[in-house]
Structure formats: structure tokens, C-alpha cells
């Protein structure tokens, strides 16, 4: 059962428009999320994080909200750049008990910018 | 500064070998993770170490195992291969426990 899914596989957007980039979670004991941006052959860079006692965070041209009644987050990029083309993953943390910083991860979303 | 560096970046056995992975952490970080990622999925967590402690285990058989030397680097084992290990195995280290975790680009482990 995935606790954290990104239902886009794929996003295509145009250089400079907005893009806007979607997770859904199920569990409610996540305390902190993250995401992370793939380029092939290379590890994740992790991009921006949000706690989940906030609701917004922003860093540069990211932007990352949390709808923690909806179990919903998404990452803005503003403006849309051709070297932001990569894989997107959304991480959530479980902490609790002995187990902090575990994270899970979505599968990803493939963001393709236009020039 | 160096980034969290793994060894070897590809590897390639067969079915009933064992192999180890290993992992240096950026310089300072005491918390070392892995994941193991197959083709088309996100990463799936494996492990977590902090001074040397296990302080998590994911939904691995008992094949696999790892540890934390006193340097902080990490080895990863994992017994008995089988074909569904195929996958990208990612390191990663954050400065303590809660941290943003920082990746290594991985091991490419293809078993024939």
C-alpha cells in the first residue's frame, strides 16, 4: 500500500510558465516532507523541505505547500527553466517512536520544460 | 566539499553471490541511510545508522545487512542475490538524525 503517491507520471510545461507538482499521503504520523529532484545517472538533490506544522515554504523559485487536512502537498516552480527537465520525488518522514528520519518516497514525477 | 561517495558505481554478479556496497558520508554527518531503487519506482528505505546504532530497518529479508564504522562510512551486504535485487542501491547522509538526507549518486547492481 503506497503511504506516499505522485498519480503524474509525467508533467510538460513551457519555459517560463509555472509548474506545479503533486503528492498525495496517507499517513497522518508523517511529520516533515521533502522533495527531491533526479537527473539521470545522478542521486536525488534534495530541493526544499515543509514541516508539517506549517503550511508554506519557500525557497528562490520553489515553492512548497501543505494541505494537512486534504494530505496534500505540492511543489510551485516559478519561473519554469529548461534545466528544471528531471525526475521529481516527493519524500515524507515517519518519527516516531525510534525511528526518525526514515523517509518514503513517491515514484516520481518526470518534469519537461520547453524552451 | 565532497559529497556522500559510494563504491563501486556498477556491479554486476549472479544469482546466489553476495556482495558488499560502500559509503562514505559528507564530512561531519553522523547518520547514514540506504535505499534500494528499482526501475520506475521511488526509492525504498533499507536502513538507517547514527553513531554506529541501527536505528531503522524497512521490509528487507534478513539477506540484508549493513553497519557503521567508527569513521562514519557504511557498508551495505546483501547475501544470497537474486535476480530482484537488480536496482540502483542510493546512500545517504544527513548531519544528524531528522535532518535533509543528502544522496550519493549510487550503486548500479545488476544481477545475471
Known amino acids: 500500500d503506497q503511504q506516499v503517491k505522485q498519480n503524474s507520471p509525467s508533467l510538460s510545461v513551457q519555459e517560463g510558465r509555472i509548474s506545479i507538482l503533486n503528492c498525495d499521503y496517507t499517513?497522518?504520523?508523517?511529520?516533515?516532507f521533502l522533495w527531491y529532484k533526479k537527473y539521470p545517472a545522478e542521486g536525488p538533490t534534495f530541493l526544499i523541505s515543509?514541516?508539517?506544522?506549517?503550511d508554506k515554504n519557500e525557497d528562490g523559485r520553489f515553492t512548497v505547500f501543505l494541505n494537512k487536512s486534504a494530505k496534500h502537498l505540492s511543489l510551485h516552480i516559478v519561473p519554469s527553466q529548461p534545466g528544471d527537465s528531471a525526475v521529481y520525488f516527493c519524500?515524507?518522514?515517519?518519527?516516531?517512536?525510534?525511528?526518525?528520519?526514515?523517509?518514503?518516497f513517491g515514484k516520481g514525477t518526470k518534469l519537461s520544460v520547453k524552451p | 566539499d565532497a559529497g556522500v561517495t559510494q563504491s563501486p558505481t556498477h556491479l554486476i554478479k549472479t544469482r546466489g553471490q553476495q556482495v558488499t556496497l560502500r559509503c562514505s558520508p559528507i564530512?561531519?554527518?553522523?547518520?547514514v541511510s540506504w535505499y534500494q531503487q528499482v526501475l520506475g519506482q521511488g526509492p525504498q528505505f533499507i536502513f538507517q545508522?547514527?553513531?554506529?546504532?541501527?536505528?531503522g530497518r524497512g521490509n528487507f529479508p534478513d539477506r540484508f545487512s549493513a553497519r557503521q564504522f567508527p569513521n562514519y562510512s557504511s557498508e551495505l551486504n546483501v547475501n544470497a542475490l537474486l535476480l530482484g535485487d537488480s536496482a540502483l542501491y542510493l546512500c545517504?547522509?544527513?548531519?544528524?538524525?531528522?535532518?535533509?538526507?543528502?544522496f550519493g549518486d549510487g550503486t548500479r547492481l545488476s544481477i545475471l
Open positions: 545517504a547522509s544527513s548531519l544528524v538524525l531528522g535532518q535533509p538526507q543528502h
Open positions: 499517513n497522518s504520523m508523517f511529520d516533515y
Open positions: 515543509i514541516s508539517s506544522i506549517k
Open positions: 519524500a515524507a518522514r515517519l518519527n516516531y517512536g525510534g525511528s526518525q528520519g526514515n523517509l518514503i
Open positions: 564530512s561531519g554527518h553522523k547518520s
Open positions: 545508522y547514527y553513531e554506529k546504532e541501527e536505528r
